[in-house]
């Protein structure tokens, strides 16, 4: 058994969450989540919503409320939505807790001692008509680099390089329109170029990250700039140095502090479960947790800060960098093991958009339509290496022809012919089995290293096809054998033998789908007359602040019980019921249907 961190991207807690968030951070991480725990590894799955920084202060003064209202407010979306899709967090908190100011501004004070951040004098943005800063995400103009014509002020997102608002060519305020002044102002920097050698060495020893993550990280390295950290605004952590502390003016700029929480999340998690030192399993490189593993789960425009940004910060604590220095009171730690990253999912040809209402929520997604369905979907046909495109037309097929048809109409006709004829699972007919029975077992069993294997390579869309194949197998094996024309009392033994190696494989292949389609998979487990959790889901809390701040709801869970993963032999006479459908067949107007909700 080994400790395996799942660290899943945080979402911005500015707005609902739409299916192509959950498509790159959250099915993903919670697929690979599951299995590992399957396979007996020790899984701390991590996250929370992201609440600083300036987009939620300016969505927040022209809604009327204050920030920590707004970030209230989608916090307990986000958390509803994602327990909807059944992800199974250890710990999905928030960036607001106390905990989690304390542990940003513990790896700030770390790397302020050891030399990797330092005061710097620069020119900061400003709002003619208002007077106020202006986030570098709220600039944009042209890119001098690459020509790019939307690059905002803090990167491009054609190229990929970083970038200062003063650089852009005919910057403009996002907010409105206007041309930003520039002027001086003090603020507090990463020091990249002292840490670009250590981060060359560390991703020299990466092997199997996806190509593209690796490359897009190599190539950041060759011109790393000095960063800042902090920013001119109200709504965030404040810097832990003396003269900056009460400012009211300054504050840890949200991308450093949001990748921070997957330290914070992980050490709350331990505080809350009774052993405040748990975490250091997972974090510790020189103790407890130097054989451990972590998978960070995102989005492609969120390489840049978990394959530099954040294995700088790490090791800038640590001390080890071209500075030197000592660790700090939470001692060296861990840096990624892979960072996986997924591309794209557009929506019927065009780029997810809320404000051109190119989009579909979460929330209203699971309104009208199965979890398993959607996960189904972004397991099978999601962007894992490639921008891919949802279209309602390719959901209704998957849905209908490969969930339903496919391998709930496997389930439900084997555990009918078996319930009507039988009323439990039938024997095995001393006879024995046949070549065809024992090929369809040997099938079975072997996808367990086949689909397991793929999991843990990241390889999601090659592993639920994998599992499709043996359901496949199972529905030829039937049309084959057909069962049902044994009606005579004499075949009856033949009849029981076949749908009783058509149970086992169901049992077989409902367990490899089960970190895929985990809601089904608990069906199908009761239908088989299973009894017990198969697939544990996770719970929303009401949870007071650690120290002493406001309460708010955390996801949770104990994932401790549930299947292994592992063929289990069916007992034959284990009572059966005749089953209800395990998937909903969708009518083809839906594709109309949701059509016109895009158009409206």
């Not at 962007?383 to 209908?400: G, K």
């Not at 494989?505 to 007359?529: K, M, R, W, Y």
Request: charge should be negative; proline fraction near 6%.
């Amino acid at each position: 058994m080994s400790h395996v961190l799942a660290a899943v991207a945080w979402p911005y807690a500015n707005g609902p969450r739409h299916i192509g968030h959950v498509s790159g951070f959250g099915v993903p991480s919670d697929v690979f989540a599951r299995y590992m725990r399957m396979a007996g590894h020790d899984v701390l799955m991590v996250s929370g919503t992201d609440e600083h920084g300036t987009p939620i202060q300016v969505q927040a003064d022209a809604d009327g409320v204050t920030p920590r209202e707004l970030a209230d407010r989608y916090n307990r979306v986000i958390v509803e939505d994602l327990h909807g899709l059944g992800l199974s967090y250890d710990l999905f908190t928030r960036t607001t807790t106390r905990n989690h100011y304390a542990v940003v501004q513990e790896l700030f004070e770390g790397m302020y001692r050891n030399g990797y951040i330092v005061p710097k004098t620069t020119m900061g943005a400003i709002s003619p008509s208002t007077g106020r800063t202006l986030p570098d995400r709220y600039i944009e103009g042209t890119c001098p680099i690459c020509g790019y014509d939307s690059a905002r002020g803090d990167q491009c997102d054609n190229c990929g390089n970083q970038l200062d608002p003063i650089d852009l060519i005919d910057p403009k305020s996002r907010i409105n329109g206007e041309t930003p002044k520039f002027v001086e102002t003090e603020h507090f920097f990463l020091d990249l170029p002292a840490l670009a050698e250590v981060l060359r060495q560390w991703l020299d020893t990466r092997d199997g990250w996806r190509p593209n993550v690796l490359r897009f990280s190599r190539n950041l390295l060759d011109d790393l700039q000095p960063r800042a950290i902090t920013r001119d605004l109200e709504w965030g952590v404040p810097i832990p140095l003396e003269g900056w502390r009460d400012r009211p003016d300054k504050r840890i700029y949200v991308w450093f502090d949001a990748v921070i929480g997957y330290l914070s999340a992980s050490i709350e998690w331990a505080r809350r479960s009774g052993d405040p030192e748990a975490w250091r399993k997972w974090w510790s490189a020189d103790g407890a947790g130097k054989d451990s593993q972590s998978y960070y789960f995102m989005g492609k425009d969120n390489i840049v800060f978990h394959s530099v940004i954040w294995p700088a910060l790490l090791s800038g604590y640590s001390g080890e960098g071209s500075r030197d220095g000592q660790p700090g009171e939470l001692g060296r730690l861990n840096l990624p093991t892979e960072v996986v990253s997924s591309e794209y999912l557009t929506m019927e040809g065009r780029k997810f958009s809320s404000s051109r209402k190119v989009v579909i929520y979460v929330r209203d997604f699971l309104e009208r339509y199965d979890a398993d369905a959607l996960r189904y979907f972004i397991a099978a046909a999601g962007p894992e290496s490639n921008d891919t495109d949802f279209t309602w037309a390719e959901f209704l097929r998957r849905n209908n022809d490969e969930l339903v048809a496919g391998w709930g109409n496997l389930v439900n006709r084997s555990v009918s012919m078996a319930a009507k004829n039988f009323g439990a699972i039938p024997p095995v007919d001393p006879a024995g089995l046949t070549e065809a029975d024992e090929a369809l077992l040997a099938t079975a069993r072997a996808g367990f290293a086949v689909v397991g294997d793929l999991i843990g390579r990241h390889r999601q869309k090659q592993a639920i096809g994998e599992a499709m194949k043996v359901v496949a197998e199972a529905n030829r094996y039937l049309s084959e054998q057909a069962p049902w024309k044994l009606k005579d009392e004499a075949d009856k033994p033949r009849m029981g033998t076949i749908l009783h190696v058509a149970l086992q494989v169901i049992s077989d292949a409902n367990t490899l789908l089960t970190p895929f389609l985990p809601h089904s998979a608990q069906q199908v487990h009761e239908l088989l007359g299973g009894t017990g959790v198969h697939a544990p889901m996770p719970v929303i809390e009401q949870v007071d602040d650690l120290d002493g701040g406001p309460a708010y709801p955390i996801l949770t869970g104990d994932y401790t019980v549930g299947a292994r993963w592992e063929s289990v032999s069916l007992e034959a006479g284990r009572p059966l019921a005749v089953p209800k459908p395990v998937f909903r067949k969708l009518d083809p107007s839906i594709v109309d249907e949701e059509l016109a909700r895009l158009a409206e």
